[in-house]
């Protein structure tokens, strides 16, 4: 069965610290994808990231870069020099098309506070 | 803009009321989605449709029912049979493989 664990529930930084954000999957398919979103207090997600399954490059957008790991079934999202508005709910997601159509899981999230 | 709306923002249900939340999108998707949040809690499927006029059970569809009968449109009504309905609800579209596009919420609150 499809899963998303983020072991990581709060977590608390100084402005200008190094964080990252865990997220382990579980899933029998080949191909899948995966996501990052942030939901900031408004309440809407924002989408971050995709992720195809045969892609395993790190990718790196500004201060926000990701690591995909097929072998450990991770895919880390590190913020660098984090920032206070960076302060959200992180959520990591799994979808697959080949099982259940598009589906998205998603993991429990981890709530970010960058402390200035 | 593209986009998705939920309306409204803020809903108040009372006890053995049922009540519509809105989710219409303009990004010409064919699958949407309807998701639950708790506090502290993840995001947990209630409903999906894949297509119009077709729609599939998620992980918590006891109490909630949809209607999928425009392509743009997918309503969620809880209903009486939900016993804790005060909850974060979201909608989402999504194409293909891509990621899926959510709406701002609504927040829904029994008095």
């Known amino acids: 069965a499809q899963k998303v664990t983020q072991a990581q529930t709060e977590i608390s930084v100084v402005e200008k610290e190094d964080v990252t954000l865990d997220c382990v999957y579980e899933t029998r398919d080949t191909t899948y994808y995966l996501f990052w979103y942030k939901q900031p207090p408004s309440g809407e997600l924002v989408f971050l990231i995709r992720?195809?399954?045969?892609?395993?490059q790190n990718e790196i957008s500004g201060r926000y870069s990701w690591n995909f790991q097929k072998s450990t079934s991770s895919f880390n999202f590190t913020i660098t020099a984090s920032q206070v508005v960076d302060s959200a709910v992180y959520f990591c997601?799994?979808?697959?098309?080949?099982?259940?159509?598009?589906?998205?899981?998603f993991g429990t999230g981890t709530s970010l506070t960058v402390i200035p | 803009d593209g986009g998705i709306t939920q309306s409204p923002k803020y809903l108040f249900r009372k006890e053995g009321q049922n009540v519509t939340l809105s989710c219409e999108q303009n990004?010409?998707?064919?699958?949407m989605y309807w998701y639950r949040q708790d506090p502290g809690q993840g995001l947990r499927l209630i409903y999906y449709?894949?297509?119009?006029?077709?729609?599939q059970k998620g992980d918590i569809a006891e109490g909630y029912s949809v209607s999928r009968e425009k392509k743009e449109s997918f309503p969620l009504t809880v209903t009486s049979a939900q016993k804790n309905p005060t909850a974060f609800y979201l909608c989402a579209s999504s194409e293909g493989s891509n990621e899926a596009f959510f709406g701002q919420g609504t927040r829904l609150t029994v008095v």
């Open positions: 992720r195809n399954s045969f892609d395993e």
């Open positions: 997601a799994l979808s697959d098309l080949e099982r259940t159509g598009n589906q998205f899981y």
């Open positions: 449709s894949q297509i119009v006029n077709d729609f």
């Open positions: 990004l010409n998707h064919d699958a």
